[in-house]
C-alpha cells in the first residue's frame, strides 16, 4: 500500500479552473496504477479518472469529465494530477485519489490504497 495525501482544493467560479495534487510516499509510486475518485453531499461516490502506471499512456475518464478534466503523473515526484478546467457547480464534491497495483479501473473497489480527500466547490 501507499501513503496518499491530496491537495489543491478550494472554492472556484463556473468556468474556472483547478489542479488537484496527489503525493504518494514510498518507492513503489510508479508501479501503481492511479484514479480520481469524487463524491458530493448525498450521492454515491463516482469516478473521475484513472491512469496506468509507468509511463501513464492509458488514461480514462467519466464521459462527463472528458474534454475537462486530465489526469497525469510525476513518477520522479510520486505524485499525480487532475486538471480540471471548464468547472461547473455540478463538480462541487471531495475529491479523493486511490492507487491500485496493475491495470488502472473504474470501480472503487478495486483500489486498495485512498487518500482522505480535497473538498472542491464551484460557485455559480
Known amino acids: 500500500q501507499v501513503h496518499l495525501v491530496e491537495s489543491g482544493g478550494g472554492l472556484v467560479q463556473a468556468g474556472g479552473s483547478l489542479r488537484l495534487s496527489c503525493a504518494a510516499s514510498?518507492?513503489?509510486?510508479?508501479?501503481?496504477?492511479m484514479g480520481w475518485f469524487r463524491q458530493a453531499p448525498g450521492k454515491e461516490r463516482e469516478f473521475v479518472a484513472a491512469?496506468?502506471?509507468?509511463?501513464?499512456?492509458?488514461?480514462y475518464y467519466a464521459d462527463s469529465m472528458k474534454g475537462r478534466f486530465t489526469i497525469s503523473r510525476d513518477n520522479a515526484k510520486n505524485t499525480v494530477y487532475l486538471q480540471m478546467n471548464s468547472l461547473k457547480p455540478d463538480d462541487t464534491a471531495v475529491y479523493t485519489c486511490a492507487a491500485k497495483i496493475l491495470g488502472p479501473s473504474a470501480v472503487a473497489y478495486d483500489y486498495n490504497s485512498w487518500g482522505q480527500g480535497t473538498q472542491v466547490t464551484v460557485s455559480s
Open positions: 491512469i496506468s502506471s509507468r509511463s501513464g499512456s492509458s488514461r
Open positions: 514510498g518507492r513503489t509510486f510508479s508501479s501503481h496504477a
